[in-house]
């Protein structure tokens, strides 16, 4: 069965500098969720869209952005990178006409910022 | 507001046994959906199981089974026959139903199969 795809799986940036990360959700899902994993924490929720509409937002910082598009994929864009933002960042899709709307969660992207 | 509380940090099991994982949550909301998933040293997140807040009967898959007591606010998990391939960290989490929103997660438990 397809699975959620996350580019590129790991990404090592330089402080001040942008990164985008991309998400192709399990085709026919209709939501598309950001998460924000540190090291040795949970995972913490940043953004959803649902139809290509932004429907949640989290603890997300101002420098940060994200879209969903026509074709359902989805890209969160970090710009002026900090130390704290090493992190492993997961995609998740969810098709909401499903009872409880279970989220299945790609690879993730591993950002390390230096 | 939701909250999902683990309080067993790390479990080592025996291979071949049976293990409970903990999780009590909070919420406001009454209709809700609990989940559980796996972590492995790699990474990924693997949905395991789900259990609807209207859901009279124990969510079960395969090996997993969840331990729903909704008036005491638990959704442990039940680990039959643990293999090596167990070990990993295992993060209960909830949301409210039919809505497009948030997982909230718990800390998460580390659960070691052991020889």
């Known amino acids: 069965a397809a699975g959620v795809i996350q580019s590129p799986r790991h990404l090592i940036k330089e402080k001040r500098e942008t990164a985008t990360l991309k998400c192709y959700p399990i085709p026919r899902h209709d939501t598309v969720y950001w998460y924000q994993q540190g090291p040795g924490q949970d995972p913490q929720f940043l953004i959803s869209?649902?139809?290509?509409?932004?429907?949640d937002k989290g603890s997300i910082p101002d420098r940060f952005s994200a879209q969903q598009f026509s074709d359902y994929h989805s890209e969160l864009n970090m710009s002026s990178l900090e130390l704290g933002d090493s992190a492993l960042y997961f995609c998740?899709?969810?098709?909401?006409?499903?009872?409880?709307?279970?989220?299945?969660f790609g690879p993730g992207t591993r950002l390390t910022v230096l | 507001a939701q909250k999902i509380t683990q309080t067993q940090p790390g479990m080592f099991v025996q291979e071949k046994e049976a293990v409970t994982l903990d999780c009590t949550y909070d919420t406001s909301d009454q209709s809700y959906g609990l989940f559980w998933y796996k972590q492995p040293s790699s990474g990924e997140m693997i949905f395991l199981i789900y259990?609807?807040?209207?859901?009279?009967q124990n969510a079960t898959e395969g090996r997993y089974s969840l331990n729903f007591q909704k008036a005491r606010k638990s959704a442990n998990l039940v680990i039959s026959a643990s293999q090596l391939g167990d070990s990993a960290m295992y993060f209960c989490?909830?949301?409210?139903?039919?809505?497009?929103?948030?997982?909230?997660f718990g800390t998460g438990t580390r659960l070691q199969v052991t020889l």
């Open positions: 989490a909830m949301s409210p139903t039919g809505t497009a929103s948030k997982l909230t």
């Open positions: 998740a899709s969810s098709f909401l006409e499903t009872p409880y709307n279970e989220q299945f």
């Open positions: 259990q609807g807040s209207y859901d009279e």
């Open positions: 869209f649902y139809e290509k509409m932004q429907s």
